[in-house]
């Protein structure tokens, strides 16, 4: 997706930037706040809040690169915080046969392997995730369900490539403990 | 739990997940996790988000300052801060109410920032103020020292008071390691008592310039011994025949009481009390006029309650007798060396 250089109007308050902000990068947040949540609705509020947030704290902006990790960073924030809100993300995945299904098409994206994730996987998925620590959880979320290059997260995080590299790795090795232990025998 | 994981394994990664320590498996299970669930939002999503950001008062400096500490975000407050600072002295568009804002949140931020700092140096003073007597203990025997900064003063607590009498002691301190105090009274100092090293050497030299107050004392020792000790080294700082005379008039009467406390040092203080209160407007001008005298005559003044600590073995009581005038406990002990030494 084509990305929108930072513009230093946003900064100053000017709705008309703001509003082509949002156009732009709606998508990509609402992806990244349902895949943490599972949930439609959740993830639409999660989406709202993520540019609230954004426009209360734009001075926090390095406003040296695109903000679409800036705004995907927030998101996961932001979606994290809720889900932890719900002290249960089982809770919140008990209506996944409700609500789990797209809510309007462009599914999968040509993978053919997506469709063999059931609901329990996805749930299983998020749960393993959201139990990684800090920073893991983090650059692991930043990485796959926000979608960002390690450069794009080492900006969005200020942190060096190799360090968001190593953390990336051991929140994998995390990660597949984790979903190893999931599994008897 | 662990009975929906054994078809997402099976299937997908076929149990690799289990076996081997390659993270890769569990990469490409998030990737097929991502392309599943790359879903598109309603298209009322971003006219819905679009509509709150219009809601939102603008972002002016003075709200995102406020916005940015409620949040606890130091780097956006930082920036905010910097923008009302831009705001307040050079952006003329802005208007009155957002440089008026401007200026009240500047200046509670430095009236908040100074009042945080001067509550921290006031506590670190107090800290200090109180760490600071434990320190000097250890060197010389605490009673004495306090004692004798009361005596001057009447207080124990006043620095200033305590400062002009209390210069005996931190030279009697300073005597053994530093010599800032010392310097007046050390050279003469011969170092007469071998045992003590810096006070003795203080000692010393007192009994050279103080033969004159030494008898003037003598004759009143009528009193106990105990009384004697002290009173004899601070007269003699002060001033030998007239303000040390009428302060042991006063004392005795509270002395008498004082006796049946057997510790000299903890009478001392109280001697020291006394005089201060009977005479306060003699004993500053006395308390004044001993550094000069320690210039000219500095054993005498402070070198003897100094000294008095060490020496009190030799001969406490003959010194005492004079000092049995002005006070009981420390300075006995104290005049005791400096006179045993004669």
């Known amino acids: ?185 | 739990m662990s009975q929906r994981a054994e078809p997402m394994h099976e299937t997908l990664l076929g149990g690799r997940l289990r076996t081997g320590g390659d993270p890769r498996p569990i990469s490409e299970l998030l990737e097929r996790y991502a392309a599943a669930t790359a879903v598109t939002p309603r298209p009322d999503l971003v006219t819905r988000v679009a509509a709150s950001l219009r809601d939102q008062p603008e972002a002016t400096p003075p709200r995102r300052y406020l916005w940015a500490v409620l949040a606890w975000d130091v780097r956006g407050a930082s920036v905010a801060f910097g923008a009302m600072l831009r705001t307040f002295a050079a952006d003329a568009r802005a208007g009155t109410a957002v440089r008026a804002q401007s200026l009240a949140l500047i200046g509670a931020t430095l009236l908040l920032g100074a009042a945080l700092a001067a509550g921290g140096v006031a506590g670190l003073a107090e800290l200090l103020r109180r760490t600071g007597p434990d320190a000097l203990t250890p060197p010389l025997p605490a009673p004495s020292l306090l004692a004798a900064s009361p005596t001057p003063t009447g207080t124990e607590p006043s620095p200033g008071t305590s400062a002009a009498v209390v210069v005996p002691v931190p030279s009697a301190i300073a005597s053994q390691g530093p010599g800032l105090p010392d310097p007046t009274a050390s050279p003469p100092a011969g170092s007469p008592l071998p045992g003590a090293s810096a006070p003795l050497a203080t000692a010393a030299p007192v009994p050279g310039p103080t033969p004159s107050p030494a008898p003037t004392p003598a004759p009143t020792p009528a009193p106990t011994p105990e009384a004697i000790a002290t009173p004899g080294p601070t007269p003699r700082a002060t001033e030998p025949p007239a303000t040390a005379r009428p302060q042991p008039t006063d004392p005795p009467a509270t002395q008498g009481p004082r006796p049946t406390a057997t510790p000299r040092e903890t009478r001392e203080p109280d001697e020291t009390d006394e005089p201060t209160e009977t005479e306060p407007p003699e004993e500053p001008a006395a308390t004044e006029k001993p550094r000069p005298d320690r210039t000219s005559e500095p054993d005498e003044t402070d070198q003897p309650e100094a000294t008095d600590e060490p020496h009190e073995t030799d001969e406490p009581e003959p010194t005492e007798e004079p000092d049995g005038d002005g006070g009981h406990g420390s300075d006995g002990h104290g005049g005791d060396g400096a006179w045993a030494v004669w």
């Open chain 1, 1 to 185: 997706m084509e990305e929108l250089p930072f513009n230093g109007d946003l900064a100053g308050g000017d709705r008309e930037a703001w509003q082509r902000l949002v156009e732009h990068e709606t998508p990509t947040v609402f992806r990244t706040c349902y895949r943490i949540l599972g949930r439609v609705e959740e993830a639409e509020d999660a989406t709202q809040e993520t540019f609230l947030a954004a426009y209360r704290s734009i001075g926090s902006f390095r406003g040296d690169g695109p903000a679409r990790a800036w705004l995907t960073r927030i998101a996961t924030r932001e979606s994290w915080q809720r889900a932890a809100r719900y002290r249960k993300l089982s809770a919140i995945s008990s209506s996944l046969d409700n609500d789990d299904t797209p809510p309007l098409g462009d599914q999968g994206g040509g993978d053919p392997l997506g469709d063999t994730l059931s609901a329990e996987a996805r749930e299983q998925i998020r749960q393993a995730v959201a139990r990684l620590p800090e920073p893991y959880r983090e650059v692991v979320t930043l990485r796959y369900l926000g979608e960002l290059s390690i450069a794009e997260i080492a900006e969005a995080t200020g942190r060096r490539d190799g360090t968001v590299k190593a953390q990336l790795h051991r929140g994998l090795e995390r990660l597949r403990r984790e979903m190893a232990t999931l599994v008897p025998g």
